[in-house]
């Protein structure tokens, strides 16, 4: 089409571009045996025929079940010392600027990978349903376009905030970033290849959309290629980081006194990695689906035709669902994350739990039950566009009475913080009453019953300007009925029957409990969307109708999002206590101390705030640019063009 | 689609009865026996129901 407008050179070249983009990312992996080089060092570190010097690791067995032995292949942890080892910047805290700093990093690096993901599903889409209906498929092509371009620009900060990271690190924990460099030498340079690989295919992926845009064509699905190519480098190299934490947290791979063994994959692969690394990707997508929702909402908001305000209130809808999308199954790889902690080190999963830092899990609580709570009524909200809800309106008092009976279980503690005197008078730190669902039976009860909930009330939004005409729609309704009605039975009655039993036992349940809830999502909603085949609207849905309530609704959303994230973020780096590196490198900083939860707390919202600030930066810039694109909205499948950021 | 309509009228509240009763014993069933037995016992070697 408009894009074989040069024939066969442009075909060429891009050809040879393609092909140098994947050696580029090959490029990495290959040449450079690092492992071989390091058993060299060691070898002549170790020196003459006694061989290397050979120690156990603090992790790893082999097969008769003694610790593995590897080459001694680096210096020890060294033993820092104040202020030698450390810096300061004026009267501050080091460790609260580097926290903040950290945490920026952390935030737009969620933004930038997220984002592509989300791209690539919108592309893949628009792909598919260009073949049947063009116009359609344009309007996903456009919104993954303009979803790209809100990430570039957040992509510049983001490596900017790295620079100002790195240099953090080496100002105010030389000593630190020093050890932790060390071990990590073998796979560093991969890290910053990747990074600026990352940085061509993106440029490449973004400026290169128009000119690759033939519809449904070849161009296209090379186009989406470097976009898998995009997604690729960006989770390998958010896996990398979270290697670092996760060996931080969790060390393996190294001996006793913190010497690399040279086995860099067992440095990588420490025992908390693959839940960090999993929790972390889901995490960053639910992030990143909040923050695009609350970019469309400004955008909705702040829209001055009704064209602008459609495409906005259909763009929050999308990202809002691919966020949620992401959230339904993160409480369960959160769960996994904290059995996995407890297999590790037991007591680590009691200070986090039951101990030190069990309030902030209270605090966690409370923003996932403002996520789902919001995510629930935003959907109530949206229906308002709809014509036909009033059929399912009553259900949405009942919907958030379920919520917010679930939010108190969730919320109860286990123990309250007390005088002496209201010690006394209530007999114990427990209450009598309300401490029965400060207990893992309840508080798994209860989120389980507000997952399924909101399955729920989607599985009523897709219904809402629907008049279902499948025969088997009787059937089909019978069979949703039992499907919840037996889920939240059986989810009740595994949290009441955990009461009675041992503690080893009670665990296990929270497996039932989950798959119960699964079983709505993945059978639930696929029958309900089966249902919905050949069924007639009542009326088409209203885009741009979407209440002012509802559109700050998703404000909440993502800020609640960019919350739990420092909260937890907080949670996981805390349970080091006084280590840097986990029984390994000692924190001898006077900031070696677990915060106290109001000082948390602020520096948590201190930092959702700078973020925010940021990015209504980010977004000022999108707008700025989309103003100066054209006005008109282009009908039809036009393709080859650039595409107004306001229309659709 | 209106035939579909005069379908869906022609279902009686017994079919309907004993269709509910056949979803209520295969929830039961998938529940209670299916899920939670396998997901306890064999799968993560716990007991169920605990003695």
Same mark, same amino acid.
Request: proline share 5%.
């Given at each position: ?14 050809? $040879? ?30 020196? /003459? ?34 202020? +030698? ?43 598919? @349903? ?10 996903? +092509? ?10 570039? %620009? ?59 845009? +033939? ?29 670092? =934490? ?30 960090? =690394?999993? #929790? ?10 909040? =923050? ?15 064209? /602008? ?15 949620? $999308? ?44 403002t996520l789902f709570i919001t995510v629930n009524y935003y959907l109530m909200q949206a229906m308002g566009r709809m014509p036909g809800y009033e059929r399912y309106a009553p259900a949405f008092k009942w919907i958030l009475a379920i919520l917010v009976i679930s939010t108190i279980s969730w919320l109860?503690? #286990? ?15 427990? #209450? ?96 309900? %969307? ?31 999002? %960019? ?14 206590? #006084? ?35 940021? @990015? ?33 | ?9 022609? &279902? ?16 039961? &069933? ?10 306890? &016992? ?10």
């Amino acid at each position: 089409m408009s894009i074989t407008r040069n024939g066969k050179k442009e075909k060429i070249g891009a050809m $040879l571009l393609l092909s140098m983009m994947a050696m580029l990312i090959l490029l990495p992996f290959a040449p450079i045996n690092v492992s071989a080089q390091e058993e060299e060092a060691a070898a002549e570190g170790a020196e /003459e025929a006694t061989g290397p010097e050979m120690a156990k690791d603090v992790f790893y067995w082999d097969a008769n079940g003694d610790p593995w032995e590897g080459p001694v292949s680096g210096p020890p942890a060294p033993e820092l010392v104040y202020p +030698d080892n450390y810096g300061t910047y004026g009267n501050f805290q080091s460790r609260t600027l580097l926290w903040i700093s950290n945490q920026q990093h952390l935030y737009f690096g969620s933004f930038v990978l997220a984002v592509p993901m989300f791209v690539w599903v919108m592309e893949l889409v628009g792909v598919v @349903l260009y073949r049947k209906d063009p116009k359609l498929g344009k309007k996903f +092509d456009d919104l993954a376009h303009e979803m790209m371009k809100i990430s570039l %620009t957040a992509y510049s900060v983001t490596a900017i905030l790295g620079g100002v990271l790195i240099f953090t690190f080496l100002a105010l924990y030389p000593g630190f970033f020093g050890y932790l460099s060390s071990i990590f030498k073998p796979v560093m340079h991969i890290y910053a290849l990747l990074f600026i690989l990352e940085s061509g295919v993106l440029y490449v992926f973004y400026y290169g959309w128009d000119a690759m845009n +033939d519809g449904c064509g070849d161009w296209k699905y090379g186009h989406m290629a470097i976009g898998t190519m995009l997604n690729a480098i960006g989770i390998v190299l958010m896996v990398m980081a979270n290697t670092w =934490v996760a060996f931080m947290q969790s060390p393996s791979g190294v001996d006793a006194q913190g010497r690399f063994l040279g086995d860099i994959w067992k440095v990588i692969h420490t025992p908390l990695m693959v839940p960090i =690394v999993i #929790h972390r990707i889901l995490g960053n997508a639910a992030f990143g689906g909040g =923050v695009v929702a609350a970019y469309a909402s400004f955008r909705f908001l702040s829209a001055k035709t009704p064209e /602008e305000k459609a495409h906005y209130d259909w763009m929050s809808y999308i990202a809002m669902f691919m966020g949620v $999308l992401a959230l339904i199954p993160l409480p369960f790889a959160g769960y996994w994350l904290m059995r996995e902690i407890y297999a590790y080190r037991q007591q680590m999963g009691i200070t986090l739990m039951g101990g030190l830092l069990a309030w902030v899990f209270i605090m966690q609580a409370t923003m996932i039950a403002t996520l789902f709570i919001t995510v629930n009524y935003y959907l109530m909200q949206a229906m308002g566009r709809m014509p036909g809800y009033e059929r399912y309106a009553p259900a949405f008092k009942w919907i958030l009475a379920i919520l917010v009976i679930s939010t108190i279980s969730w919320l109860t503690p #286990h123990t309250l913080v007390m005088t002496p005197a209201e010690l006394k008078a209530m007999g114990g730190a427990q #209450h009598p009453v309300v401490g029965n669902y400060g207990v893992m039976s309840a508080k798994n009860t209860a989120i389980n019953t507000m997952i399924t909930t909101t399955v729920l009330t989607f599985i009523l939004y897709q219904r809402s300007n629907i008049n279902i005409k499948v025969p088997w729609a009787w059937k089909g309704n019978l069979f949703l009925i039992f499907l919840f009605v037996g889920a939240e039975i059986n989810i009740l009655f595994l949290g009441i029957y955990g009461y009675y039993i041992p503690a080893n036992v009670r665990i296990g349940l929270s497996v039932p409990q989950v798959a119960s809830t699964l079983t709505c999502l993945f059978v639930g909603v696929p029958v309900n %969307t089966k249902m919905l085949k050949g069924a007639t609207q009542i009326a088409p849905i209203r885009w741009g109708k979407m209440s002012v309530r509802g559109a700050y609704a998703l404000f909440l959303l993502a800020v609640a999002f %960019t919350w739990t994230m420092a909260v937890m973020g907080y949670l996981r780096s805390s349970v080091r206590l #006084h280590w840097h590196v986990n029984e390994i490198l000692r924190d001898n900083s006077p900031w070696a101390f677990t915060n106290p939860l109001g000082y948390a707390g602020n520096i948590n919202s201190l930092n959702v705030m700078l973020f925010w600030t940021m @990015l209504l930066f980010v977004f000022w810039l999108s707008a700025l640019s989309a103003k100066k694109a054209p006005a008109s909205v282009e009908e039809g499948a036009g393709v080859g063009k650039a595409v107004p950021a306001g229309s659709h | 689609m209106g035939e579909a309509e005069e379908t869906a009228e022609k &279902v009686g509240i017994g079919q309907k009865i004993v269709f509910g009763l056949m979803m209520a014993v295969a929830a039961g &069933v998938y529940y209670i026996v299916f899920l939670n037995w396998v997901l306890m &016992v064999p799968a993560q070697n716990l007991p169920y129901p605990y003695k």
